[in-house]
Structures are given as C-alpha cells and as structure tokens.
C-alpha cells in the first residue's frame, strides 16, 4: 500500500472510468467497461468458487481497539449537463426503480443500521465494513425471474435478506446512504450472464482512498487485493475513487474491494445520472 508505487492504468473507459486494484505489496490493474443487460444469477461468484464465498466474513474485529478507523469522504458533486441528459427507456426506468428502492423505507433502515453498527451518528469505513460484514453474513440468494422488478431495501431486509445481484445492491445501497455514504449500482454483462453490484465513493485524492483501502487490507487478512475503479471527471482536473462492494472476494473469501466482475456495465448514480 506504500503510496510512493507507481500507479497504473489498464484501460480507459470512455477517457473517464478505470478500476484497479491494490495487492498487499503491489498495485494491479483491471477493468471496468459498458453495457446493459438483462441480470441474471450468480453473478460476481463463479461456480467452482461458491463454496468458498462463504469463509470470512467477519473481519478482524478482534484488532479493532486502537485503530483509527478512516473517513469517508462527503458526497461528490456530479456533471449536471450529464444529469439532465435524455437517456433511452429501458436505462431511465431501470435508474428511477433503483432510486425507489434503495430510497424506500427509510425508518427501517435507520432501524436497520443501529442494529448493526449500535450508532446513529459519526460514522466512518469501520461501520461501513461492520454493515458489509452483517449483509453478507445473513444474504440468502434467491433468483429472480423479473429482473426488471426491484424490491424496497426494507422489505428485503425484512424477508431475511434473501434476494439476487440487484437485491443486495439496493440493501447495501440503503444502509450506506442512511450513514451519509454515498453509492452507485453497476449493471454488467458479459456474454454468459449479468450482475448488478454497488461501489462506495472513497474520495477524490489517491491518499484518502489509499488510506480508507489500506485499512480494508488490514482488517481483512484473507485479501489478497483491495479493488477499486477511477472516474475521471469532464476537466481532467479530478479523480474519483470508488471501492468495489460487491459480495465477490479476490481469491474467494468476501471482503469489501473483492475482485470485479468481468463484463460491460452501465453505472447508475443517485441523482439519476447515469454512465455507459
């Protein structure tokens, strides 16, 4: 994680959106490209991996005390050109039914986020970690023939988080927004199946991000990369940093930063903004 290593960027996606990844001594590199499709199971998690998606997901708490847990970084500003652009049908329905739904039941998300991190307030990347850790240590995954029909995050909570790729991407979203978080939803396909899986905003200055990922190294031994992806804004001024939080782990254990899934994707912003 030494910050003075060189980064390098794979490919560029579209001149605005990389992703890469941290090893424990080394910085990587992979992809994050565009497309939207239908979304159908298993997404991020290959076959001959399921049975070890399900080590490791509690973190090491144990090590906790001491620990200066990292901020995370206020919610960015988005293009407000890009916001207000005509998007075809299928892409504009498929972003209002994410916004519904991981907007939807805000008390019980509320509720929902004592339960796990015991806060109401000053939250940093140790609750945001507690929140993926009691996500997937409870998710039960369930297909859904209807991709195109979303559930509020609270009644997915409520049916003891059972759901698909878009159902868990909506609970998480909820309860990293309720905190003061801010998420986005990729939708990606390759030429097998698609998936659906939420990033987090981890700043927009590499020693922030550096920071916030070398803490998720620390407190999760197993991974052997901490993923991310860049969004490099209209000016070429600024980067964005966003750490992958979907449920897929780099070498099959789950930890937030798992490794990407491998497809063109469509990313969709909470303002409705959305990106091919």
Request: a negative charge.
């Amino acid at each position: 994680m030494a910050h003075e290593k060189a980064l390098i960027i794979f490919l560029i996606f579209f001149v605005s959106i990389t992703a890469g990844c941290i090893d424990t001594g080394n910085l990587k590199e992979d992809l994050v490209a565009d497309k939207l499709n239908k979304l159908t199971p298993e997404g991020a998690v290959q076959e001959e991996d399921s049975e070890a998606q399900e080590v490791n997901v509690t973190g090491s708490s144990e090590s906790d005390e001491g620990i200066i847990f990292p901020e995370i970084p206020e919610v960015p500003a988005y293009s407000e050109e890009k916001s207000r652009a005509v998007y075809p049908k299928e892409y504009r329905l498929l972003s209002l039914n994410f916004q519904r739904a991981i907007g939807s039941g805000e008390e019980r998300i509320v509720e929902e986020v004592f339960n796990i991190t015991g806060k109401t307030s000053g939250y940093n990347m140790g609750d945001a970690c507690a929140v993926f850790n009691h996500v997937n240590r409870n998710w039960q995954y369930r297909y859904d023939k209807n991709a195109e029909f979303f559930f509020g995050a609270s009644q997915t909570i409520d049916s003891g988080y059972i759901g698909d790729c878009d159902d868990y991407s909506i609970v998480m979203s909820a309860l990293l927004k309720n905190m003061g978080f801010n998420t986005r939803v990729v939708t990606t396909y390759n030429d097998s199946y698609g998936h659906a899986y939420p990033e987090l905003y981890i700043g927009d200055d590499m020693d922030t991000a550096y920071r916030i990922m070398d803490y998720v190294a620390k407190r999760y031994p197993s991974a052997e990369n901490v993923w991310y992806s860049e969004r490099v804004m209209d000016d070429g001024q600024r980067t964005e940093y966003w750490l992958n939080f979907d449920w897929s782990g780099s070498n099959g254990y789950r930890h937030p930063g798992g490794e990407y899934f491998h497809g063109r994707s469509v990313i969709y912003y909470p303002n409705g903004l959305i990106e091919f």
